[in-house]
């Protein structure tokens, strides 16, 4: 059974950069799939951030490219999200998902819990 | 690609039954998930490809539509159905969600 779990500080200071761990268990991503990441600010929707393969192709949304990186390493089966220059609107709760079929462009059917990481100094 | 959601609320009594909207900005073929998301949780995957329920989902989810627009129809609503539900399109980059209805008991 695949289970996903997100890691890293729940506070970070505006203009400094978010990193966040999603650690993969029951799968490896060497596999196959895309693997992703999603946030939710405070009672708000979903927005999609990004898609890894573990080849390390990369799918970002345009408007958060400039500002992310996601990265692979299979070696821990996990995959990392940075987000710079932070600001107080990248307050939200942070998924690390898998992609259903593995298409890249594809729903999301295994999810990590989430990690709320706030912005303020 | 916009995908408005409506309505934004809807009241239903247990048992009843909800039709949730889901209009895309332009036309998303068949290629239109839903998903659940309880109070503090996940949201978890409905229903892929607008009418493909996915594995361990009831059949009282039932999904329809194609092209623009596209309904979401949950039937005996069960306590534990009563949730926000998003759609999210996969036709084109980047990838995108509706705003969500909230189904909340009547």
């Known amino acids: 059974q695949v289970q996903l779990q997100e890691s890293g500080p729940g506070l970070v200071n505006p203009s400094e950069t978010l990193s966040l761990n999603c650690s993969v268990s029951?799968?490896?991503?060497?596999?196959?799939?895309?693997w992703g990441w999603i946030r939710q600010p405070p009672g708000g929707g979903l927005e999609w951030i990004g898609n890894?393969?573990?080849?390390?192709?990369?799918y970002y949304n345009p408007s958060l490219k400039s500002r992310v990186t996601i990265s692979v390493d299979t070696s821990k089966n996990q995959f990392s999200l940075k987000l710079s220059s932070v600001t107080a609107a990248d307050t939200a709760v942070y998924y690390c998902?898998?992609?259903?079929?593995?298409?890249?462009?594809?729903?999301?059917?295994?999810w990590g819990p989430g990690t709320i990481v706030i912005v303020s100094s | 690609i916009v995908l408005t959601q409506s309505p934004a609320t809807l009241s239903v009594s247990p048992g009843g039954s909800a039709t949730l909207s889901c209009r895309a900005s332009?036309?998303?073929?068949?290629?239109l998930a839903w998903y659940q998301q309880r109070p503090g949780q996940a949201p978890r995957l409905l229903i892929y490809?607008?009418?493909n329920r996915a594995t361990g989902i009831p059949a009282r989810f039932s999904g329809s539509g194609s092209g623009t627009d596209f309904t979401l129809t949950i039937s005996s609503l069960e306590p534990e159905d009563f949730a926000v539900y998003y759609c999210?399109?996969?036709?084109?980059?980047?990838?995108?969600f509706g705003g969500g209805t909230r189904v909340e008991i009547k």
């Open positions: 998902a898998r992609d259903f079929r593995g298409f890249g462009n594809d729903a999301f059917s295994v």
């Open positions: 029951g799968y490896f991503i060497r596999s196959a799939y895309y």
């Open positions: 890894i393969f573990h080849s390390g192709t990369t």
């Open positions: 332009q036309s998303v073929t068949f290629y």
């Open positions: 490809d607008a009418s």
């Open positions: 999210q399109q996969r036709s084109s980059w980047p990838l995108t």
